[in-house]
């Protein structure tokens, strides 16, 4: 055999934190997404109600403004907008709704393109591992969707303490943890079923239509379920009635009465749908979650071994 | 023992996709210098690649590269560096960007990404087409970033599949100078190839496979010698072939003697190398023979691989 001798040095000098590299596949990530400009305009226009929102609680303070725009209006005698529960739970489902299309926007650019073109070997030839993979990808839909969802509603609620005082915010502190929570569960659950979407379907369009149908599809199936067979269980297959009965148990932790009129605010149109248990709700969340891990699991490997 | 003089160790090492062999009880030992893996489609190679730079977890056995395991990823895979067989590039981005951004996940900082991902392009001769996107390169430009990636972290060890699969003949000299270099410098680098002429003249060493096993491995003339039922083969070129004929046609251990036509060679054929080469050294004394060269006709990787695995002779696996 030939004589080596060593005659190089390998690199010896710092190196990144090893918990935070997942954040370099992110990064990539988001300067890929914003380079599509329909998507930056409809981004922006996500924090429209929010920002209508706030500038209605704003308004409800400042009363002086309101009347010097409609100098012939009497003055109201009751808070404008009441920032309660209600208020902030119907904000949610509005901001939830555009999340989703946000999620079949960037959901299915996000692994399928890896998958398509056989790159995952060149991540995990790497000191990067599945995990920290789907963590980078996880990470941009949740920081996207956690920006529309809890980040403008948490603000909203900050801007209310501020004019209406400190007694107010320890008085609905709830109200901010059910946010806080409220929309983690929804963004972890969301994107959690893009991203297996976008491993099982390579075909972007086909993966964003896959979110839909999720949604959708057995919400109709649990419907018909209820009507055949004379029961309310079918609503689990509800994705409304789930997450609105996993919100509707944050939002209303202390008020039953709050709960049971928020519980029918979701049954209207008067389907044999009866409320379920909150605990029923929050299992089926966690199910889909750990049903998407799964499923992201059985994709996500350097080699996929085809039998 | 330094990591260096350890090497890369497989220990009874299996893999099985279900009930499907990839490799089986591979026990091996690779030093610094070129090493090729040859053997034909299916025969297991690309899954020792994939064993030894930990995309795949043995089913049984231990492997251990410098004396690190994949479960200290951090420490393994500065060490590693990988060339897949097949394109893998993420969409849309260029070849400097690609590097880059792959050196970050080793811990490089952006400065340091940069400066190493150029060298590397550098070393590959791709500056001009480093800002292009991969998706419009060719064959031979995407296997050079191929390799630029695999190098660029200044790995140890160097695990190259089908490193010369599309590559004009000018990028394959280039490409087999950089190999060489990096072999002298110290580094293990792991060739898989099918065509076998490259391989004789590249490897220090080679590991023949066939179905999954570790058929021959070593340097290519001690895995010949190992292989006592072929007879070796020698072409003496000299002025009296026909003596040297006539005096090995009355020796027990020659096998063949045929004159060449052209009239200045004789290929001797012997089930003992050791009593060739004697018997040559003795006539050439004896009878004043003018020797031109003695050529060994069955010790490159082509011969070899024929009499162990198989092949049709062609050349190409």
Partial sequence: MAVHRRGYRQYDGPR????????ILARYAFGHVFRFRLLVIFYVLCFVPTLIASSAVYLSHHVDVLMSLFPNARPPQVDLVPVTAEFFLFLMTIQAVLSVFVTALVGPGLVSPDLTNNALPLYFSRPFSRVEYVLGKFSVLFVLLFLVTGAPMLLIYLLKSALAGSQWFIDNIHLAFAILIGSLVWVTLISLVALASSAW?????????????????????????????????????????????????????????????????????????????????WLMVVSVCAVSLLLINRKIRAYEVVR | MTPEAEGIVFTDVSKFYGEVLGVNKINLRIGPGITSLVGPNGSGKTTLMNLLTGLIRPTRGDIEVLGTRTDDPETFYRNVGYCTQFDTFPKGVTGFALICSLLRLHGFDRQGAGELAWKAIEQVHMTEAAHRRVAGY????????????????HPTVLVLDEPLNGLDPMARAESIALFQKLAGEGRFVIVSSHILHEVDIISDSVVMMSNGYVVAEGDIQEVREEMSEHPIGILVRCDKPAVLASRAFSENHVVEVRIDDDGVGVLLRSRSADQLYTLVNRVVLAEGLTVEGVIPVDEDVHSVYSYLIGSNGTGRL
């Fill in chain 1, 16 to 23: 990144t934190p090893e918990r935070w590299r997942f954040w």
């Fill in chain 1, 201 to 281: 379907l390579r075909w972007r369009p086909a993966a964003a239509g896959m979110l839909f149908a999720l949604l959708f599809f057995p919400t109709g199936f649990g419907r018909a379920a209820n009507e055949i067979m004379r029961m309310g269980w079918g609503s689990l297959l509800n994705a409304i009635v789930v997450i609105g009965t996993v919100w509707n148990s944050l939002f209303f932790i202390n008020d039953a009465e709050g709960y049971a009129r928020a519980a029918r605010a979701l049954n209207p149109m008067g389907f044999r749908t009866l409320p379920i248990p909150a605990w029923t709700a």
């Fill in chain 2, 138 to 153: 060719s064959k031979g430009m995407r296997q050079r970033i191929k390799l630029a990636l695999a190098i660029a972290h």
